[in-house]
C-alpha cells in the first residue's frame, strides 16, 4: 500500500468513526433522501469535508466537480446545479428533524450561502417537547367540567362542523381545489424525486446588431464567416415559459435546473427528466433524444406548419399558421419516455415564440391541464405518453383563448 493510500484510508477510518458520521448515514438512509441519489452524494461529500476539517474542499466549484462530474474550471455563475441541490437538500433536512429524525440529539444544517454543515446540539426543550407536555398532568385530578357545559359545548362543535363543511362544499374555492389537482396530477412526475432540467431554445445567429442577424445554416461552416456565431437569444414566449415554470415550481416547494440547450450534456440528459422550451430547430439538444412521430414540424420561405403524420377521421394533414398578420399560431405538447427507465421528457415547441408560451400557459391553468388528462388518462388513471396540437389566437403580441386541436396518445 502506498503512503498516499494508506493516508486516504486513515482520513476515511476517522470520518467514518466520528459520532457525527452515523448521524449523515440516518439521514442519508431516511425516507426524505434515499430515493434521490445526488443530494445523499451532496451531503455525505460535504459532511465529511466538514468532519475532515477541510471547508476548502466544499466550495461551490469543489463540489461541482466532485459531486456532479463537472469539469474543472467551469463557469459556476451559469451553472446552478449545486446551488439548486443546496437549496433542496436544505429543504430535506428541515422535513428529516421535524419528523423522522424528531428524536436526534445532534442537529445538521446548512447555512445559507454556504455549503460546509454545521453539527450542533438540539435544543433540550426541542428534544423532550412531547414528554414534557404530558408529565405536569401526572398525578393530578382533572379538573370538574359540568355535564351542561360539556353539552352545549358539543353542541356549538357540531354547528361549527357543520358550518364548515357547507362552505367547503359550496364556495367557489372548493372548485379551484378540485381544479388545482389537475396541475398537480400532470406536474407530478416532474415535482418529486431530482430536479429536473429545464431547456430552452438557444438558436445560432451569424452577424451583429450593426450589420443584423440572421439564423445560421447547418451546414455553414466557422471558416467561412464574417462574423462569429452568436448564441445568447431566445424568445419572449420562452422567457414567459420559464416565469410560469418558476412560479409553479416555487408553489410546490421544489425547483428545477435551467439550461439553454447548447450547454445540455449528454450525460445530463440521461439521467433526468427533461422539459423542452421552444421549437426544435433551436433545441440542437433535442434532436439527438427521443421526439415526436406523430406531429413534426415544417418550415418553407413561405409558411410553417405541423404535419400530423398519422391523421384520424376529420384531423388535418397539416397545421399551418397565417403568416400576415400573425393572428394564430400552433404548437406541438408531448409527454414521451426519457432516455433511461422511469424517466419522462416534456416538449413545448411552437411555430413561434407565442406557441411555446400558450403550451406551457395550458398545463399551468387548472381548467385546461384537466381537460387534457381526461384524454390522456389510462384505465387505471395513469398518464399516458401522449403527442398534441394545440392552437392559440394571437393579439397585440400575446397568445390567448389557447385549445387542444387533438391529441395521440401512445
Not at 482520513?11 to 438512509?29: F, Q
Not at 362542523?161 to 367547503?168: E, K
Not at 422550451?277 to 415526436?292: H, K, M, Y
Amino acid at each position: 500500500m502506498t503512503l498516499q493510500s494508506d493516508t486516504a484510508s486513515k482520513h476515511e477510518s476517522a470520518v467514518h468513526s466520528d459520532p457525527r458520521w452515523g448521524l449523515v448515514e440516518r439521514i442519508a438512509e431516511s425516507q426524505h433522501l434515499k430515493s434521490s441519489q445526488r443530494l445523499c452524494q451532496f451531503l455525505l461529500y460535504v459532511a465529511e469535508c466538514a468532519i475532515r476539517g477541510v471547508p476548502e474542499d466544499a466550495t461551490e466549484q469543489q463540489i461541482g466537480i466532485r459531486v456532479f462530474g463537472r469539469p474543472p474550471g467551469y463557469n459556476s455563475s451559469e451553472d446552478s446545479i449545486v446551488r439548486t441541490h443546496a437549496r433542496l437538500l436544505r429543504q430535506k433536512l428541515e422535513l428529516y428533524f421535524a419528523q423522522e429524525g424528531a428524536r436526534e440529539e445532534i442537529l445538521l444544517e446548512i447555512p445559507k450561502g454556504h455549503y460546509l454543515p454545521n453539527f450542533l446540539p438540539r435544543p433540550a426543550e426541542g428534544r423532550d417537547s412531547h414528554a414534557g407536555k404530558a408529565r405536569p398532568m401526572e398525578g393530578r385530578k382533572p379538573a370538574p367540567f359540568p355535564l351542561r357545559q360539556a353539552t352545549l359545548a358539543s353542541v356549538a362543535l357540531l354547528f361549527g362542523l357543520l358550518a364548515t363543511a357547507l362552505v367547503l362544499v359550496w364556495h367557489p374555492w372548493n372548485r379551484l381545489h378540485v381544479a388545482e389537482s389537475a396541475v398537480d396530477t400532470f406536474w407530478r412526475p416532474f415535482l418529486t424525486g431530482e430536479p429536473p432540467i429545464v431547456i430552452f431554445s438557444n438558436a445560432l445567429f451569424t452577424g451583429d446588431s450593426t450589420n443584423g442577424l440572421r439564423y445560421a445554416e447547418p451546414q455553414e461552416s466557422t471558416s467561412n464567416l464574417q462574423h462569429p456565431y452568436v448564441d445568447t437569444y431566445t424568445g419572449i414566449g420562452e422567457l414567459f415559459s420559464v416565469y410560469s415554470l418558476t412560479r409553479l415550481f416555487d408553489t410546490h416547494r421544489t425547483s428545477f435546473v435551467l439550461k439553454r440547450s447548447l450547454l445540455v450534456t449528454w450525460d445530463e440528459a440521461q439521467m433526468r427528466n427533461l422539459i423542452f422550451i421552444g421549437s426544435r430547430a433551436e433545441n440542437p439538444s433535442l434532436r439527438v433524444l427521443p421526439g415526436t412521430t406523430d406531429f413534426t414540424m415544417v418550415a418553407t420561405p413561405d409558411s410553417a406548419g405541423i404535419v400530423n403524420h398519422a391523421p384520424k377521421a376529420g384531423e388535418l394533414a397539416v397545421y399551418s399558421r397565417p403568416e400576415h398578420p400573425l393572428s394564430s399560431d400552433y404548437a406541438i405538447l408531448a409527454l414521451l419516455p426519457g432516455v433511461q427507465p422511469g424517466k419522462r421528457i416534456l416538449i413545448f415547441s411552437g411555430l413561434t415564440t407565442f406557441g411555446t408560451q400558450a403550451a406551457v400557459d395550458y398545463v399551468c391553468r387548472p381548467e385546461t391541464a384537466g381537460e387534457l388528462l381526461k384524454k390522456i388518462s389510462g384505465p387505471k388513471g395513469e398518464m399516458q405518453p401522449f403527442e398534441a396540437v394545440l392552437q392559440t389566437t394571437v393579439a397585440g403580441g400575446v397568445p390567448m383563448n389557447t385549445r387542444l386541436v387533438t391529441v395521440h396518445t401512445h
